[in-house]
């Protein structure tokens, strides 16, 4: 038997590719007898609310037609990551270079700096301190962008 989760994935995950973004997270809550669907969607630029709307109407039609949803009503909430969303992969780095970013390396050193280049193994940091340093991504871990106000 495939999850609720599974099969909402499977059937919008098409849908959200085509559009060239992509599925950030799912998150299936159960309030009583009704359902409250998150989707967060991202692309390789930060995308505008309506860029986010475009999406939402698709996915929606989409879970019309999901039958592991059964006649439970649902809230559907789409939207992209906020700033506190982690850094994971490295499409996270190259949309955020030119940012301001705080991470550990081998969950020992922090580490906070501008992001000025980034690969699908590494990134630069200009930090203010100790100018710029290259970083393995597989060294770096719990790395958020940092609020910056001008």
Not at 4 to 16: F, G, M
Request: aromatic share 4%; glycine share 6%; proline share 5%.
């Amino acid at each position: 038997m495939i999850s609720v989760e599974s099969a909402i994935r499977d059937a919008i995950a098409p849908a959200i590719s085509a559009q060239n973004l992509f599925l950030e997270a799912l998150h299936v809550a159960t309030a009583g007898k009704h359902r409250i669907i998150r989707i967060l969607v991202d692309g390789e630029k930060p995308l505008s609310l309506d860029e986010v709307t475009a999406i939402t109407k698709p996915i929606s039609e989409i879970l019309d037609s999901v039958t592991e949803l059964g006649e439970r009503p649902f809230t559907l909430e789409v939207s992209s990551p906020g700033v506190d969303f982690p850094l994971t992969l490295p499409r996270h780095w190259r949309k955020n270079q030119g940012r301001l970013v705080a991470f550990s390396v081998n969950g020992e050193e922090k580490i906070s700096g501008r992001i000025t280049e980034s690969t699908d193994s590494a990134v630069t940091i200009e930090q203010k301190k100790g100018g710029a340093r290259e970083f393995a991504l597989k060294d770096i871990t719990n790395a958020n962008i940092e609020i910056e106000f001008k």
